[in-house]
């Protein structure tokens, strides 16, 4: 039985209804939970009445799909309602972007009453605020209010031989002896003392200074002014490195919120809360001193010490027929790109940091900067809109950092930066846009890379204009998205459009990135003269994407093994934002977005015809397993249950929508 148009082609002993592919799970895969399942269809239907009657936003399924799944219009009406009412035609909104009014619950909303960081580290006598502090002191007071382990071993004591977070650890009964002491394994924690394993810390003395404005921007002030600019500005009439409410709206919207914990918590722990390893095993911060480096320097100064080397001369960037896994906003943290770099991934780059929200020092904004050791060629995104600003985070990043290069983000196409004239409008500021490239050029040592699209309306395409530019500006690279701004999602990459860009751009490299799923779609990207393919959704859906890359093959991976990745996820999440109540809930939170987009894969046994189309809407279909059928399941209380395997019960007032709607099936 052929598919219909937008649909996957799944076989048909596999294809089910909604209503039995629900029951089927309800019943949690016993024998049988099909049977009645048609005469639980209106009680269904009232299940998402109710839904759509509910405050709060709380969507369990896409509304794309429900339309589509049960004919029902976007207002819950039947299509024979909705044609009775064809005099009066209700304005029908499409499904698209992200869902800004979703319910807002912090981490840190889920414990009340939290322990004082410094009972934690073993020094209560030294808490800064005293008999101010308003978190417990008292630690049998605490253990009475704190929610229950969720199981006997720790991962941070396993794998480090100690554990930072002691009695609030969610897991401390593997590590907690006589008088709740916190032990530790010497032997294990002396193997990883003096190891550098998360790498682009933000410092509390480099934090002070650019609160203070007390960093030295010599580079990027005489750039500025050579174009005339006091170097105090920001753009219109801002000021470089002010604390807009616009700004921090852009912030909130485009970038996730990595801090732990109150700016009102106990300082003790507040540099360890960005990261839950200590500092034996963070090893020694980068950021420290007075502006490149702490180390003092010997010898006399020699003309490398003095002379800026020219942009021919700088170290290139050799990624050529490498994957580049692309700097994917929330879903591109530290923990998501290690379960790449495992799969092959060879380039990765962190999540989209707003510059001046970096300049103002913001703890949050510094956490999207962070490297793991395991990220041999790793590179960092800036979203800017002005060269003063983003010149000055170029300066910054340059001394206080280490990453191979610096990418500027000239395709983010959400409405809050492009009305700031950042993103993909930076592709009709070309004056602006020249600016920023060369001003970051002048004060960074490592290459310089942009990524734009292909233009910003849908049928005028103006890269193959900007191409030759960005060349002459110095960029090393230059990665092209296929599609334009008001096309988002809902189209296919143009690599026709691309290949085109290629030839134009040699001899710079080019990356072409856009619906890449299956090793076919990436040889024939490469066959278009590319120099290499970012790989962005398509890691989403199925990060072995890589391993079948590199294999040539198609990998009908089982159920088991997929829930082992999300295992190795979890265990990662724990690692990078910790084992208390709140990193759970912070690792919770980031794997349901992962979640959202791992439901749309297809099982490579189950399909009529490979390989899987990108931008075709899976249909409801029954797994070879109960867990195959789970993770196909897009309501997002299937997806909290599966977190719940992992990561045990939800807190009571838990609520979760993702944030992106599914907006690429057509």
């Not at 943290?333 to 990765?348: E, H, S």
């Not at 193959?464 to 599609?483: C, Q």
């Amino acid at each position: 039985m052929a598919a219909a148009a937008g649909v996957a082609p799944v076989r048909a002993r596999f294809l089910t209804s909604k209503e039995q592919f629900h029951a089927y799970l309800r019943a949690k895969g016993e024998p049988g939970a099909q049977d009645g399942a048609k005469g639980e269809e209106e009680e269904e239907r009232e299940d998402i009445k109710e839904e759509k009657e509910e405050a709060g936003s709380c969507q369990s399924e896409p509304p794309a799909k429900r339309v589509r799944s049960e004919d029902v219009t976007q207002d819950g009406e039947s299509q024979e309602d909705a044609e009775a009412e064809e005099k009066e035609p209700v304005e029908r909104k499409r499904a698209r972007g992200q869902n800004k009014s979703r319910p807002c619950m912090k981490p840190n909303h889920y414990e009340q009453s939290r322990l004082c960081p410094s009972v934690t580290q073993g020094c209560a006598e030294k808490c800064y605020f005293g008999p101010r502090c308003r978190f417990l002191h008292d630690v049998g007071e605490y253990l009475a209010l704190k929610p229950p382990d969720l199981g006997r071993s720790c991962v941070l004591f396993q794998t480090f031989g100690k554990c930072l977070y002691g009695v609030t650890c969610r897991f401390a009964q593997a590590h907690l002896g006589d008088g709740f002491q916190n032990i530790t394994n010497p032997d294990l924690a002396k193997q990883w003392e003096g190891k550098l394993l998360v790498r682009n810390n933000l410092s509390k003395e480099l934090q002070q200074r650019l609160r203070k404005r007390k960093f030295d921007f010599k580079k990027a002030e005489e750039y500025l002014r050579g174009l005339g600019k006091p170097h105090g500005s920001g753009g219109k009439g801002g000021k470089a490195m002010g604390h807009s409410a616009e700004e921090q709206e852009v912030s909130n919207c485009t970038t996730v919120q990595e801090g732990l914990g109150d700016s009102s918590e106990c300082p003790v722990m507040a540099e360890q809360a960005e990261d839950p390893k200590t500092d034996a095993l963070q090893g020694p911060d980068l950021t420290g001193g007075e502006e490149a480096s702490s180390i003092k320097t010997v010898g006399p100064v020699t003309d490398e010490d003095v002379i800026k080397p020219r942009l021919c001369e700088k170290k290139k960037l050799a990624i050529q027929g490498k994957l580049y896994l692309a700097p994917l906003t929330t879903c591109g943290n530290l923990p998501f790109r290690r379960i790449c770099k495992r799969f092959g991934a060879d380039v990765t780059c962190g999540e989209m940091a707003v510059c001046t929200n970096l300049l103002q020092g913001q703890s949050s904004e510094w956490a999207l900067l962070k490297r793991h050791h395991t990220e041999d060629l790793f590179g960092v995104q800036l979203e800017g809109a002005f060269p003063d600003t983003m010149t000055k985070c170029a300066e910054l990043l340059n001394q206080t950092i280490e990453v191979d290069f610096v990418d500027i983000n000239v395709g983010c196409p959400i409405d809050l930066v492009y009305k700031k004239g950042g993103g993909c409008a930076l592709m009709t500021r070309s004056n602006k846009f020249e600016q920023i490239v060369r001003g970051m050029n002048s004060v960074l040592d490592v290459p310089l890379t942009v990524k734009i699209r292909t233009g910003v309306q849908e049928k005028i395409n103006v890269a193959h204009k900007i191409i030759p530019r960005i060349r002459e500006w110095g960029v090393s690279m230059v990665t092209l998205h296929g599609r334009s701004r008001e096309q988002r999602y809902t189209r296919s990459a143009d690599w026709d459009y691309i290949a085109e860009c290629a030839k134009i751009a040699s001899p710079m490299p080019l990356f072409g990135n856009g619906d890449i799923l299956s090793y076919e779609d990436a040889n024939r990207a490469m066959q278009m003269g590319v120099s290499g393919v970012m790989v962005a959704r398509g890691a989403l859906i199925k990060p072995w994407l890589f391993t079948e890359i590199k294999e040539q093959r198609h990998w009908d991976i089982s159920s088991s093994e997929r829930f082992d990745i999300l295992k190795d996820f979890t265990n990662y999440g724990l690692e990078h934002w910790g084992s208390d109540t709140q990193g759970v809930e912070k690792t919770r939170k980031f794997l349901l977005e992962w979640l959202s987009f791992l439901c749309r894969y297809i099982p490579v046994g189950l399909l009529e015809q490979l390989p899987q189309k990108i931008n075709e809407r899976p249909p409801y279909y029954m797994g070879r397993d109960y867990l195959e059928t789970l993770m196909a399941s897009q309501n997002v209380d299937d997806w909290i249950k599966i977190s719940e395997l992992l990561l045990g019960p939800v807190p009571t007032s838990f609520t979760f929508l993702p944030k992106h709607k599914a907006n690429s099936y057509r």
